[in-house]
């Protein structure tokens, strides 16, 4: 097929004055403690490792849970992780602290790591409420008061069990970590000098015990306390300036003991435990040391603060001078700048367990750790950490930004912001009236984008005033209990529908005639509509995402309890009626046709099942057994649904949720069409294609793609080898799929389908920083992705040229458009907006 020609106009857009929120707390999940005879299940060498969630707060106080994207079998994955939800936070509200727990920290294997099910989320924002979440529910679980002031740290404890009340300090407390935890069993044998083992030596030394915990405070000093008395240990002064007090602003503990502060002179400083002496001293940063994170292996530190500098401090051997033995020390090892503002938290992938020498935790020695940091800017760097001294010939780069894995000389990378929750657009378009809707944490606003003049002899556009391409027709502050979660405009601008996590909010939009200005009218019983039909939490009617009907006579609302409800908006211009209610998302166990379709099972119902096939009973046992199964997987599940999109011809409705179930919903006869099997990633971007609107096509988070025939219910069998033969700088763009719009080519170009021919189409796929045009009825080909051709010489150039000549340009990345809305947020722009940035004049610099 030809390539086309056509000229095409676009509209960049930058006035969108959306504004990312500041990254202020950073947690990767803790690992299970090791068994206590230091056998441990896995041993350094070469395997793949797995990644655990990342989970990120934000100054507006949302919370944001992402998920790696990589398989189990690559080490490699280009786009790292990728927002899997968004916990709104309370308006108004922050988010200062972070702190990860398991849930039943005895259940795990030494080589688990945790998911999201298995662990529960802390968080202070500043107040003395301590928060605690609920990530499956997106919502909050409870708060519980310090009733002592303002929390200024929290930090989780080895074993996720304790419950203890320490003396109180004089000083404020800025910081907290934990010591190595200890065998209470094998102690006391210990002690006693007894050999013998009873019977409950095993029960004793199953048990780790938390031995003592750090502080760091705001009067030039760290504090130690003993967790079993309460008492406090010891007391460490750090240096003074002027008299002033340094505030110890960061502390971490390593296996052997030793302490770590980060404080408010820039210095660095290693303690003794033992003796709460000073071991070793430096003058890291020009301003404030905000965070630290400690390496893996417990060989590296890596602290940062104001002056936005990240630096490496590596554990090296020394010969020592007064004997032939050699001792270590701790060296300052290389920086890196990756941000413009104050770095505010660090982290590391895989988490650092302080745990005795003895027990210290294997890890693989090929593949490089992660390290991740955030801060005023808004943005989140990921940096390969390998150390400098590792004797491994090739250490694997698990985020495929360089060859080199060493913090110093890896390329590290951002994650794209999300303008959106759940990883969604925050920008919608209401495509007849050229409207466009843009959302913040609570308020909303809509712009009029006027038709392009039509273009003179010149082919060449012309690009308009910026006064000429926009004007602001609506701006709405809205009054909400949490931030803004979800929005959607009708494309014919006569709806508009916004909720927060609690309340969704339907407004009639009428144009003023002299000004041309929208005026919003709510629609007051809309809430209460919704509420008759919500049986769990009847006063709780917020949306994880909103849909009208391309006719705008349908609205479809997804709750923030799953259920998906379809109302009718043509009958009554006033008011709203539902048709019916939808609960597919909330099974365990869906029935399609007589197919039974399992959903995504937690570790307490696998371990159920488990324990009921290992009984042996007889056939009325098993018969229980069987319905206490049966009504297990039956129960609700909690689910978020992230993404739905409607066809164009308003019949199919398409919704996929983070437990990556897709349903297909019949809008016409209002049933329940069919259900897709779980992928492997979770669809990041779902459109039906005009021309065929049974076809779905689905792009997911790790820009792998699928289509999908809804009327047929299966995946057609031309798309197949599109599907699986991706080219691969595609799959490894480092910014995931973020949408995807469809537009046909022509009408006397088709393709065969499994239903018969199809017309020919093209799809537009977005991130953050790319955009790809897909042409599916291309033959599969090396396609615009491919760099310049490289100089063949003899036959294997001539047989290279007939390849390239036969090869279609199915894949290319867009520099023309035609009919498309590029919103752009120039960094220049965001970052324009905050406090200047620390900078030290030197004397004498150029």
């Not at 080490?75 to 990728?82: K, L, R």
């Not at 662990?119 to 529910?137: A, C, I, P």
């Not at 013998?196 to 502080?215: K, L, M, R, Y």
Request: charged share 20%.
């Amino acid at each position: 097929m030809g390539e086309t020609t056509t000229t095409l106009s676009v509209h960049r857009c930058r006035f969108v004055d959306f504004t990312p929120s500041a990254v202020t707390a950073l947690a990767f999940p803790p690992l299970p403690l090791p068994t206590i005879k230091g056998k441990n299940r896995v041993t350094a060498g070469n395997y793949i490792p797995k990644f655990g969630p990342l989970i990120v707060g934000h100054a507006n106080g949302n919370i944001e849970v992402y998920e790696w994207t990589g398989s189990s079998e690559a080490v490699e994955a280009p786009q790292a992780w990728v927002v899997r939800k968004t916990l709104s936070g309370v308006n108004p509200s922050k988010v200062d602290s972070l702190a990860l727990a398991l849930k039943r920290p005895h259940d795990f294997q030494e080589d688990d790591v945790p998911s999201i099910t298995d662990l529960r989320l802390f968080s202070t924002g500043g107040g003395s409420e301590l928060t605690e979440w609920d990530m499956e529910h997106t919502n909050i679980r409870r708060s519980i008061s310090s009733q002592g002031g303002s929390i200024w740290s929290i930090s989780t404890n080895p074993t996720s069990t304790h419950l203890r009340r320490l003396d109180r300090s004089k000083s404020r407390i800025l910081s907290l970590a934990w010591g190595p935890p200890f065998l209470q069993g094998s102690e006391q044998r210990a002690s006693t000098g007894s050999q013998q083992e009873d019977n409950n030596s095993d029960e004793d030394e199953d048990q780790w015990h938390d031995s003592w915990v750090v502080a760091g405070c705001s009067d030039s000093s760290l504090r130690k306390w003993d967790v079993s008395s309460g008492r406090i240990l010891d007391r460490m002064g750090t240096d003074k300036l002027r008299g002033e007090r340094t505030l110890v602003w960061t502390v971490g503990v390593l296996g052997d003991g030793t302490i770590i502060s980060g404080d408010s002179l820039g210095m660095v400083k290693f303690w003794d435990s033992q003796t709460g002496t000073q071991l070793q001293s430096f003058e890291a940063h020009g301003a404030d040391v905000l965070c630290l994170v400690v390496g893996p292996d417990g060989t590296s530190v890596y602290t940062s603060g104001i002056d936005q500098k990240v630096t490496q401090f590596s554990l090296i051997e020394s010969p020592s001078s007064k004997s032939d033995s050699s001792s270590t020390r701790w060296v300052r090892a290389a920086f890196k700048r990756m941000h413009s503002h104050d770095v505010r938290t660090l982290a590391m992938w895989p988490p650092y367990a302080t745990l005795p020498l003895s027990h210290r935790r294997p890890f693989s020695t090929n593949v490089a750790p992660v390290l991740v940091s955030g801060g005023l800017d808004m943005s989140i760097a990921l940096t390969p950490a390998a150390l400098p001294q590792s004797t491994i010939a090739y250490i694997a780069n698990p985020l495929a930004t360089s060859v080199t894995a060493t913090f110093e000389d890896a390329y590290y990378r951002r994650i794209a912001y999300s303008s959106g929750a759940h990883g969604t657009v925050g920008l919608h378009l209401a495509k007849r009236v050229r409207l466009m809707l843009s959302t913040s944490d609570t308020g909303l606003a809509v712009w009029r984008i006027p038709p392009k003049p039509p273009l003179e002899d010149d082919p060449q556009l012309t690009p308009l005033g910026e006064e000429a391409s926009w004007s602001k027709v609506l701006e709405m502050n809205l009054r909400v209990k949490t931030n803004i979660v979800a929005s959607t405009i009708s494309d014919d601008g006569q709806w508009l529908a916004v909720s927060d996590a609690f309340e969704t909010k339907l407004f009639s939009l009428q144009t003023d005639a002299s000004t041309g200005d929208l005026k919003p009218k709510r629609v007051r019983d809309f809430q209460r509509v919704l509420q008759e039909m919500l049986p769990d939490a009847p006063s709780i009617s917020g949306a994880s995402t909103l849909a009208f009907s391309p006719d705008s006579s349908k609205l479809v609302v997804a709750t923030t309890t799953a259920f998906v409800l379809i109302l009718d908006l043509a009958s009554d211009p006033t008011s709203a009626r539902v048709l019916r209610r939808f609960d597919q998302h909330r099974n365990r166990k869906s029935i399609v046709e007589g197919r039974i379709l399992i959903g995504q099972r937690t570790k307490a119902d696998r371990e159920t099942n488990a324990s009921a096939q290992e009984q042996d009973t007889d056939h009325s046992d098993r018969e229980s057994i069987n319905i206490d199964l049966q009504s297990t997987l039956s129960r609700p599940t909690p689910a978020t649904i992230t993404r739905m999109t409607i066809s164009p011809d308003g019949q199919w409705l398409a919704t996929t949720d983070d437990h990556r179930r897709t349903h297909i919903f019949n809008l016409d006869s209002v049933q329940h069409h069919s259900s897709l099997p779980s992928f492997p990633q979770p669809a990041h971007a779902l459109a039906f294609v005009p021309g065929s609107p049974s076809l779905l096509i689905l792009g997911f988070a790790n820009n792998s793609l699928e289509l999908y025939d809804v009327e047929a219910r299966q995946f057609p069998t031309w798309s197949r080898p599109l599907c699986t033969a991706l080219p691969k700088r595609f799959t490894h763009l480092h910014d995931a799929i973020l949408g995807v719009t469809v537009a046909p080519l022509s009408e006397s170009n088709t393709i065969k389908g499994g239903n018969g021919n199809l017309n020919s189409v093209f799809a537009l796929f977005w991130g953050a920083t790319w955009l790809c045009k897909v042409q599916f009825d291309a033959p599969i080909g090396w396609g615009g992705f491919e760099k310049k051709r490289r100089r063949r010489r003899g036959e294997g150039a001539d047989h290279g040229t007939e390849r390239d000549k036969g090869a279609a340009h199915n894949f290319k990345l867009v520099t023309q458009y035609r009919q498309l809305v590029v919103v752009e947020r120039p960094l220049t722009d965001v970052l324009a907006s905050l406090p200047p940035a620390y900078f030290r004049p030197k004397y004498g610099a150029s």
